[in-house]
């Protein structure tokens, strides 16, 4: 089962509870097994709610604890010794351990003396253990997620005045691509944050899916110029794409026709020492039919400003463009064979029909060429028979077909 966080308004932990209730994970199930927490006073409610006439589950944590803080330990102590699955377990601690990770980086404390204000009360504890429960129940196998929007403005905690978004939650979504608007209120909190770094597998559009359920979640304020709600799509992967590797990449692209040719190569090398996945050098005819060369370069968005960078300081252009991309790829892994020539590292790459190819890697074979002063087609000849011949790959519990192959693209 597949499900998909569309987080076109954010995301917390309330809003994340109230959208798997409302695909259908049962409110009794849920109190029943949050009451297996070594927790006392506390109560859950829903409240069917209509944000922009979606009908969406506001989610209540009514509680009589008044503990409103905790230190990481006695939270991480609190979940062990629950008698919890260990799936949800462990995944609850993977998400208050990157809450801490956050908040011991921001006040210079050490992790496990980390002193939770509002996360450390039973609404946040509730939030987080029940997230993990709600995909257990579900058999969510795989998450995917949309970018996470975030406000701007202020945020009152315990701490004082905080810019939004709060320190912590930026810190949290180190890595994870986000995207600015002008909402004046804070659209992701520390454990909304949190629960998605920690449970998403990529962050990308919508996946190949069969959809089956649909759940809406909302958050307690009620925006004007958008609904204040998270979308949960779960269902199964479309078979036609099943099979292949899926990301999205960033491609920058200019068209230069004034440049000394004998500089491209010195561009391209340069292109790939800033992180480009390939450089492309097209022959192309401008205005006024002058020909030119379009650099195209293919890298992953967080290299995309070193690209552009690169490319404005080593050319004669005056701008680029760029854009983003969706790739599908055939599945791939590098793995590490003995050889005459010793370990090498190759490309082992499967094919739709079940198939394998093993692909031996250019910069490995030509450093064994120069080394041993032999041409390198030789050594991809060798390196892809010893390959074939070492390595079993099985398949459905036979073996499967393995066919060498000497080239290879990106």
Same mark, same amino acid.
């Given at each position: 089962?597949?499900?998909?966080?569309d987080c076109?308004?954010?995301?917390?932990?309330?809003?994340?509870l109230?959208?798997?209730?409302?695909?259908?994970?049962?409110?009794?199930?849920?109190?029943?097994?949050?009451?297996?927490?070594?927790?006392?006073?506390?109560?859950?409610?829903?409240?069917?709610?209509?944000?922009?006439?979606?009908?969406?589950?506001?989610?209540?944590?009514?509680?009589?604890?008044?503990?409103?803080?905790r230190?990481?330990?006695?939270?991480?102590?609190?979940?062990?010794?629950?008698?919890?699955s260990?799936?949800?377990?462990?995944?609850?601690?993977?998400?208050?351990?990157?809450?801490?990770?956050?908040?011991?980086?921001?006040?210079?404390?050490?992790?496990?003396?980390?002193?939770f204000?509002?996360?450390?009360?039973?609404?946040?504890?509730?939030?987080?253990?029940?997230?993990?429960?709600?995909l257990?129940y579900?058999?969510?196998?795989?998450?995917?997620?949309?970018?996470?929007?975030?406000?701007?403005?202020?945020?009152?905690?315990?701490?004082?005045?905080?810019?939004?978004?709060?320190? /912590?939650?930026?810190?949290? +979504? =180190?890595? %994870? !691509?986000v995207?600015?608007t002008? #909402?004046?209120?804070?659209?992701? $909190?520390? *454990?909304?944050?949190?629960?998605?770094a920690?449970?998403a597998?990529?962050?990308?559009?919508?996946?190949?899916?069969?959809?089956e359920?649909?759940?809406?979640? /909302?958050?307690?304020?009620d +925006? =004007?110029? %958008? !609904?204040?709600?998270?979308?949960? #799509?779960?269902?199964?992967?479309? $078979?036609? *794409?099943?099979?292949?590797?899926?990301d999205?990449?960033?491609?920058?692209?200019t068209?230069?026709?004034?440049?000394?040719?004998?500089?491209?190569g010195?561009?391209?090398?340069?292109?790939?020492?800033?992180?480009?996945?390939?450089?492309?050098?097209?022959?192309?005819?401008m205005?006024?039919?002058?020909?030119?060369?379009?650099?195209?370069?293919?890298?992953?968005?967080?290299?995309?400003?070193?690209?552009?960078?690169?490319?404005?300081?080593?050319?004669?252009?005056?701008?680029?463009r760029?854009?983003?991309?969706?790739?599908?790829?055939?599945?791939?892994?590098?793995?590490?064979?003995?050889?005459?020539?010793?370990?090498?590292?190759?490309?082992?790459i499967?094919?739709?029909?079940?198939?394998?190819?093993l692909?031996?890697?250019?910069?490995?074979?030509k450093?064994?060429?120069?080394?041993r002063?032999i041409p390198?087609?030789?050594?991809y000849?060798?390196?892809?028979?010893?390959?074939?011949?070492?390595?079993?790959?099985?398949?459905?519990?036979?073996l499967?077909?393995?066919?060498?192959?000497?080239?290879?693209?990106?």
């Open positions: 089962m597949l499900a998909y966080f076109f308004c954010g995301i917390s932990g309330d809003m994340t109230g959208a798997f209730i409302d695909i259908g994970v049962p409110l009794n199930w849920l109190k029943d097994s949050l009451e297996k927490l070594p927790l006392k006073g506390f109560d859950l409610s829903v409240e069917s709610i209509s944000r922009s006439g979606i009908k969406a589950q506001s989610v209540h944590v009514i509680s009589k604890d008044n503990i409103k803080s230190h990481y330990s006695e939270i991480k102590a609190l979940v062990q010794n629950s008698p919890l260990q799936n949800v377990r462990e995944k609850s601690l993977e998400i208050f351990e990157r809450l801490a990770i956050a908040e011991s980086e921001i006040h210079g404390q050490p992790k496990e003396k980390v002193h204000h509002e996360l450390g009360g039973i609404d946040a504890i509730v939030d987080i253990v029940g997230t993990a429960l709600c257990e579900l058999g969510i196998e795989k998450i995917v997620s949309s970018r996470i929007p975030l406000g701007n403005g202020f945020v009152s905690c315990q701490h004082g005045t905080l810019p939004v978004p709060a320190p /912590a939650t930026l810190s949290i +979504l =180190k890595g %994870i !691509p995207y600015g002008e #909402i004046p209120h804070e659209l992701v $909190t520390p *454990t909304g944050a949190a629960i998605i920690s449970i597998d990529s962050f990308e559009e919508i996946p190949d899916i069969i959809v359920k649909t759940g809406y979640g /909302a958050g307690k304020r +925006l =004007k110029t %958008i !609904p204040n709600l998270l979308r949960i #799509i779960i269902g199964t992967k479309e $078979t036609l *794409t099943s099979d292949f590797q899926k999205r990449v960033s491609v920058v692209e068209c230069i026709d004034d440049m000394n040719p004998e500089f491209f010195f561009l391209m090398d340069r292109l790939f020492e800033e992180g480009a996945i390939d450089v492309y050098l097209i022959p192309v005819y205005k006024k039919n002058r020909p030119g060369t379009m650099i195209q370069v293919l890298c992953m968005e967080n290299r995309k400003k070193s690209i552009i960078n690169r490319i404005l300081s080593e050319t004669t252009s005056l701008g680029v760029h854009y983003d991309v969706q790739r599908f790829k055939l599945a791939r892994e590098n793995i590490t064979i003995k050889t005459s020539y010793g370990d090498v590292q190759i490309k082992r499967k094919a739709p029909n079940g198939s394998v190819r692909v031996p890697e250019y910069e490995v074979c450093k064994i060429a120069i080394e002063g390198l087609k030789i050594v000849d060798t390196i892809s028979k010893e390959a074939v011949e070492i390595v079993s790959l099985p398949a459905n519990n036979t499967t077909k393995l066919i060498p192959a000497y080239r290879t693209c990106a």
